[in-house]
């Protein structure tokens, strides 16, 4: 048998590892993450600087102004296309990251309230005599906590998906309008 600071202590203990073990996870997500956009970026930025080269010396090769201006048209889409592209995958790697950082949380959050309520639990075998009120209140102050994390957590993803939504939308319109731009900056030239 225990006693109640020993048992505290070893809680404290097993606390502290769970929530360094989480910012471990956390850590190595938001590494992985950034090493995505990296990745991303360094691809962009040498397909970029090759794709550049290539039409500076078609433009800087143009005969007359109007087969430099179709130059400059016929260029305007395959980038705006580029663009959306790109735009496409950074919130693909963010909203991964996103869903790993609830995933991690998630299975943090109950793991530690499996140890919570396993404590309390154990507190209340070896609680004295007349204690049963407070032991009531502290379990029913973790079953609040838990209800109002729950609904946080479902707001939480409620809000994400929405903004998911929200940017996908905003992407498909940024396309449908570089799509239509295009050709009458080509007519144009």
Known sequence: MFTL???FSAATKANFDAQLAML????SKAIESVEKVVELNMTVAKTSFEESNIAAKQLISAKDAQE???LTAAHAQPNADK???YARHLASITSGAQAEF???AEAHVAETNRKVVAFVEEVSKNA??????????????IGNANASYDQFNKSTKQAVETLEANLNTAVNQISQA????????AKKA
């Open 128 to 141: 004295p005599a007349g204690s049963e009120n407070a032991i009531a209140l502290l379990k029913s102050a």
């Open 83 to 85: 663009a959306v592209a």
């Open 5 to 7: 600071p020993e048992q």
């Open 24 to 27: 471990s996870a956390f850590t």
């Open 178 to 185: 570089t799509a239509k731009a295009a050709p009458r900056a």
């Open 102 to 104: 609830t995933k991690a």
């Open 68 to 70: 430099f201006f179709s």
